[in-house]
């Protein structure tokens, strides 16, 4: 350790002796990063942990949070927020005059509310053992991420983190009732979802450690699961198959789990369990020797292969591609699902295929998440991209991404977290290094140097077909570089809320936002006057000066509707918004379908961003929050994309939530709403309700 660490150790101990510190080197590399497969190829190459924390410390209550974040801004100390390390966006990359904060001793369930049904439990709670516990209550948060075995509650809320069942239960953020969090000016605030006021939620779930150390999470729960139905389809072509799940959803169907597997993956997931593929590659890993050079043999022309493999021909010897679905509830609710699926999904082409495939994916649904490093042993790469795009765009940006990818490494994809108005895909791709780099590099920086190119062609390619450069896995700093193309001002808005919430910018600096990443100006979503229809999407861009029932009148000639109570006398779309959009149906009642995809607006400085439309984004704080209920504080709304509903379409509605929709300001989110105006917005402070 370097004098630099050891005096920050020394101090540390100082100011908090009772609180759990260590200095070990072992503690010190494995705080030096998160599971960004960047690194794996580090680690391969002989340098581990170059980013190693001079302190790691374990808090283990909100007031030491509180404490160690008002010594850190004294001292100008940056602090790294740790959950379980599982993240794979580079978001842990410290140094050693930097102290990281591992929350895992914060790990209390503070308060079983079962009449609302809630839950308030600490950041550091770990994924499996909340599940059991809510399980022996008779209930379930419904969010099982991949990483479920390995990460916790608060870097769920950082990372806008996905779960597997996300088709009935929604994201984390279609979770969260209220946070408690410390602020960078080691202010302890509990921010509490609402409707026709500001919330500031949605500013911090995402935000990945930069604005607070979230300590705990109120969430919204549902009744325990008492029975599951199963079905899964063959089709000839993967937009065939992703055409039946948009069907699905825009009927209003909400299964739990509904996968699309491109030709490629569903060849994979038909030949067997996974734990037969596992024990192939850890025997190959063993072998060695010809297993590795026939891998790095077969990857050194990945476009060759691709080209192979997507043809027609070649698609249907693998068998075509594959939906599966698992719907979760009780009685025979769940068969019900499953028989409404198959009339819908059969009218579409698909060919039933019976209960096994998507009984086989429920029995291994977390097994994927540990076969990576067999691949990195043998000189190879591997990683995952997950990208989303609404219905309309989803064709464009699979086939933007796929080419991009394609070109360097072999690539699959299957799609999954499906909603009204849009979809996930998620990418999976092998690598190895460019032949024409390996003499003048070596193998593994000529690996490093393919890697970080695919990346960043594939980025390019998913801005450029108009999708979201992430859906659940964040940004951190894999995909800061390019977070400017898709945000534009947006990306300076950003710079402004972290200077509101942290204003001496010590947590998690770097991190999200490039150092020196200046925004490009992406044009508007929608500039055209009028409203237009995204019928495939189920979207309308609707202008902000229009009134909300010359609005309505126009989708109702469409056969279409907003859904919404109509107001005497009619605001414009952009007064009716920044009201919170009254008379609206609650958002607890659908957690899967969102008021509105997109904006385009003008911040009280002149500004203009715009937010592309989209199912769901995992790119920083939902900037959406400046402008829904937000009494036009901080801009308004010049068009908006909102979602529209089929006339007389019955929707669905979750199990009864009760909590209060419009809680008032706290003292703590009238200071954070000031500080924003002051830093970003060109609005002026108020003392009183926006």
């Not at 170059?50 to 404490?67: C, F, L, S, Y």
């Not at 929350?103 to 909340?130: F, N, Q, S, Y």
């Not at 077969?298 to 010897?317: D, F, H, K, Q, S």
């Not at 925004?519 to 019928?535: C, N």
């Amino acid at each position: 350790m370097t004098a630099t660490g050891s005096l920050l150790a020394r101090d540390l101990a100082q100011a908090f002796p009772a609180m759990r510190t260590s200095v070990d080197e072992a503690d010190r590399v494995a705080y030096a990063r998160d599971l960004w497969p960047r690194h794996h190829m580090d680690v391969r190459a002989g340098s581990p942990a170059e980013h190693r924390p001079g302190v790691v410390v374990w808090p283990e209550r909100t007031e030491d949070v509180a404490a160690l974040v008002r010594w850190a801004k004294e001292r100008g100390v940056a602090l790294v927020p740790f959950g379980a390390g599982s993240g794979v966006c580079g978001g842990v990359m410290p140094r050693e005059d930097v102290v990281v904060v591992d929350l895992k001793r914060m790990e209390r369930i503070r308060k079983l509310d079962a009449t609302a049904p809630l839950v308030d439990v600490e950041a550091g709670h770990m994924g499996v053992p909340l599940e059991q516990a809510l399980d022996r209550a008779g209930f379930t948060l419904g969010h099982f991420p991949s990483s479920i075995l390995c990460s916790t509650v608060g870097g769920w809320v950082a990372a806008r983190s996905a779960g597997q069942c996300s088709g009935a239960y929604g994201k984390i953020e279609d979770m969260v009732a209220a946070l408690e969090c410390v602020t960078g000016r080691g202010d302890v605030v509990t921010l509490r979802r609402r409707t026709s006021a500001p919330d500031l939620v949605p500013l911090v779930v995402g935000s990945e450690g930069t604005m607070a150390i979230v300590t705990s999470a109120t969430l919204r729960l549902h009744p325990r699961p008492a029975s599951r139905g199963f079905g899964s389809w063959s089709f000839r072509s993967t937009q065939h198959a992703w055409e039946a799940m948009r069907a699905m959803f825009q009927a209003g169907l909400r299964p739990a789990v509904a996968r699309v597997y491109d030709p490629v993956d569903a060849m994979l997931a038909r030949q067997g369990s996974v734990k037969r593929r596992e024990g192939t590659a850890r025997k190959s890993a063993r072998s060695g020797g010809w297993s590795g050079n026939a891998l790095r043999g077969i990857l050194r022309r990945p476009g060759a292969l691709n080209a192979l493999i997507n043809t027609r021909v070649a698609e249907r010897a693998m068998g075509g591609a594959m939906l599966v679905v698992v719907f979760e509830g009780e009685g025979d609710a769940t068969s019900r699902g499953v028989q409404d699926a198959r009339r819908i999904v059969e009218a579409t082409g698909g060919s039933w295929d019976g209960e096994a495939a998507a009984r086989r994916w429920l029995a291994h649904r977390y097994s994927v998440s540990y076969r990576q490093a067999p691949v990195f042993a043998q000189g190879a790469f591997v990683d995952t991209m997950e990208v989303a795009a609404t219905w309309s765009r989803l064709g464009a940006l699979y086939d933007a991404v796929r080419a991009a990818l394609g070109r360097n490494v072999f690539v699959m994809a299957h799609f999954s977290h499906a909603y009204p108005d849009g979809c996930c895909i998620y990418f999976s791709f092998a690598g190895g290094a460019d032949p024409g780099l390996v003499r003048e590099l070596g193998w593994d920086a000529a690996c490093e140097a393919t890697y970080d190119r695919t990346w960043k062609a594939a980025l390019a390619a998913a801005v450029e077909a108009g999708g979201t450069l992430s859906h659940h896995h964040g940004v951190g700093r894999s995909k800061a570089p390019r977070l400017g193309a898709e945000l534009g001002h947006g990306l300076d808005v950003v710079r402004s809320l972290m200077r509101a919430f942290d204003p001496a910018g010590i947590l998690n600096p770097g991190n999200l936002v490039a150092d020196g990443e200046g925004p490009s100006a992406p044009s508007q979503s929608s500039p055209a006057p009028g409203s237009t229809v995204d019928r495939d999407s189920l979207l309308a861009s609707i202008d902000g000066a229009r009134k909300l029932d010359d609005a309505e009148r126009e989708l109702r000639v469409q056969g279409l509707t907003l859904d919404a109570g109509i107001l005497s006398p009619a605001p414009t779309l952009a007064e009716w918004l920044a009201r919170g959009a009254p008379g609206a149906r609650d958002r607890w009642l659908d957690p899967v379908d969102q008021l509105l995809a997109g904006l385009d607006a003008t911040l009280k400085d002149g500004r203009k961003i715009a937010i592309r439309p989209a199912p769901r984004r995992a790119v920083g704080p939902d900037l959406t929050a400046l402008f829904v209920g937000a009494g036009e504080r901080f801009g308004r709304v010049d068009r908006a994309w909102m979602r529209v509903h089929a006339l007389g379409a019955t929707r669905p509605t979750a199990p009864a939530f009760a909590c209060d929709r419009d809680p008032p300001l706290s003292a703590g989110e009238r200071a954070l709403l000031d500080a924003i105006s002051r830093e970003g917005t060109g609005a002026t402070p108020s003392a009183g309700r926006p």
